[in-house]
T-cell receptor, first 111, second 114 residues
Framework: EPEVTQTPSHQVTQMGQEVILRCVPI?????FYWYRQILGQKVEFLVS????????KSEIFDDQFSVERPDGSNFTLKIRSTKLEDSAMYFC?????????FGQGTRLTVV | AQSVSQHNHHVILSEAASLELGCNYSYGGTVNLFWYVQYPGQHLQLLLKYFSGDPLVKGIKGFEAEFIKSKFSFNLRKPSVQWSDTAEYFC????????????FGTGTRLKVLA
């Protein structure tokens, strides 16, 4: 069964550092997403990406965040200057339309 | 505003007990509905989905859910839980057009006692 893969599974970074979270979506999918889950809280939508551009973003997705699909296969989330409150599990997802498949997540810890 | 409510945050059951987890949504237009399960340390896995048709949908591992449009509800049920069902369960909604982004509920943490 095709799956969404994310790397790394766990990343520890110092406050103020840049991090890039990587995702390989399912190959024939057209829609790509990032979600995050702060420990003990619900899964929150960050951004959706379609046709090589952001199609929707949440209030959380401020100027510190950016997404890219640099080579047609990878889909990355960059946080420019991490803050303590960015510590969370970040999930990548892809879909052909209504049904999304989620990756296993990257646990980001900002210290 | 778009939202999904799960009323039970923590549920503890004994094996063989029946399970019902509530989910209500507030979302304009035609929606798709989902239940996902997250086992400890693992990713979100789809249990079942509703797009259209029969409002009673059956999913994997013996789970089912019923869409009641008049109540904006999509409750998850299982007649007899097992210890291996211990996990967190998320209800989610997306619109049947547009970006198809998901709105998730807060989750229900289920613990099944052996």
């Amino acid at each position: 069964e095709p799956e969404v893969t994310q790397t790394p599974s766990h990343q520890v970074t110092q406050m103020g550092q840049e991090v890039i979270l990587r995702c390989v979506p399912i190959s024939n999918h057209l829609y790509f997403y990032w979600y995050r889950q702060i420990l003990g809280q619900k899964v929150e939508f960050l951004v959706s990406f379609y046709n090589n551009e952001i199609s929707e973003k949440s209030e959380i997705f401020d100027d510190q965040f950016s997404v890219e699909r640099p080579d047609g296969s990878n889909f990355t989330l960059k946080i420019r200057s991490t803050k303590l409150e960015d510590s969370a599990m970040y999930f990548c997802a892809s879909s052909d339309r209504e049904l999304a498949f989620f990756g296993q997540g990257t646990r980001l810890t900002v210290v | 505003a778009q939202s999904v409510s799960q009323h039970n945050h923590h549920v503890i059951l004994s094996e063989a007990a029946s399970l019902e987890l509530g989910c209500n949504y507030s979302y304009g237009g035609t929606v798709n509905l989902f239940w996902y399960v997250q086992y400890p340390g693992q990713h979100l896995q789809l249990l079942l989905k509703y797009f259209s048709g029969d409002p009673l949908v059956k999913g994997i591992k013996g789970f089912e859910a019923e869409f009641i449009k008049s109540k904006f509800s999509f409750n998850l049920r299982k007649p007899s839980v097992q210890w291996s069902d211990t996990a967190e369960y998320f209800c989610a909604v997306n619109r049947a057009s547009g970006t198809y982004k998901y709105i998730f509920g807060t989750g229900t943490r289920l613990k099944v006692l052996a």
